[in-house]
């Protein structure tokens, strides 16, 4: 089964960083517009920053786009997603996939956790 597979994900304190990376097959990642989505428990998946195939044009959802970044290396197949500044309100499981989101490359996630 073809999937992205994330990491990087943990226990931060509040105002404290981290950088999930999110890996997947070339097929599925190369030429493909990208995406970082999250997810709490209860709600439904949301859309937070995506980057086109080809890393020069980003966009950033409004409620945090002063402290995330989101980037990508096609040599690796890789995207990453630098969050600063965290809040416990960032806490939630984060995916990647292709942006718009191909619903079959769903991965595990990575659990984020903000708490002091």
């Known amino acids: 089964q073809v999937q992205f597979v994330e990491s990087g994900g943990g226990l931060v304190q509040p105002g404290g960083s981290l950088k999930l990376s999110c890996t997947g097959p070339?097929?599925?990642?190369?030429?493909?517009?990208m995406g970082w989505y999250r997810q709490v428990p209860g709600s439904e998946r949301d859309f937070l920053a995506s980057?086109?195939?080809?890393?020069?044009?980003?966009f950033i959802r409004e409620s945090v786009r002063d402290r995330f970044n989101i980037s990508r290396d096609n040599a690796k197949n890789t995207v990453y997603l630098q969050m600063d500044s965290l809040k416990s309100e960032d806490t939630a499981i984060y995916y990647c996939?292709?942006?718009?989101?191909?619903?079959?490359?769903w991965g595990q996630g990575t659990q984020v956790t903000v708490s002091s």
């Open positions: 070339e097929n599925i990642f190369k030429r493909f517009d």
């Open positions: 996939n292709n942006y718009p989101a191909t619903t079959d490359y």
């Open positions: 980057i086109a195939w080809h890393g020069t044009t980003t």
